[in-house]
Nanobody, 125 residues
Framework: QVQLVESGGELAQAGGSLRLSCAAS????????LGWFRQAPGKERAFVGY????????YYAESVKGRFTISRDNAKNTVYLQMDSLKPEDTAVYYC??????????????????WGQGTQVTVSS
């Protein structure tokens, strides 16, 4: 059974930092590209970033570029989202997702095979 479990979401101050984790089980982790998405209140879920199966390629939404960093530890079956210089508009439920063998359409939700349950990030001004 495939499971992706996010953690690390909490209340943070604007300008602060958080690191989200997503632990995978039931998959050959190194075979998957991994994406982060977020859904703000009243809005559709949106792409945040993506890391290739090897970890050598990353891509980010313009809104987070330069502030967020994705990394992965294949030995720990875990992907991370380091969020710096947080803004109130970063408030959302953050989801990780996995796509077998990776994808070039990293921003498309339908590309992903598995999703986590989400973790809430709230940024206060």
């Amino acid at each position: 059974q495939v499971q992706l479990v996010e953690s690390g979401g909490e209340l943070a101050q604007a300008g602060g930092s958080l690191r989200l984790s997503c632990a995978a089980s039931g998959v050959t982790f190194s075979s998957f590209g991994l994406g982060w998405f977020r859904q703000a209140p009243g809005k559709e879920r949106a792409f945040v970033g993506y890391i290739s199966w090897s970890g050598t390629r990353t891509y980010y939404a313009e809104s987070v570029k330069g502030r967020f960093t994705i990394s992965r530890d294949n030995a720990k079956n875990t992907v991370y989202l380091q969020m710096d210089s947080l803004k109130p508009e970063d408030t959302a439920v953050y989801y990780c997702a996995a796509v077998l063998y990776g994808t070039i359409n990293w921003s498309r939700e339908k590309e992903y095979n598995y999703w986590g349950q989400g973790t809430q990030v709230t940024v206060s001004s």
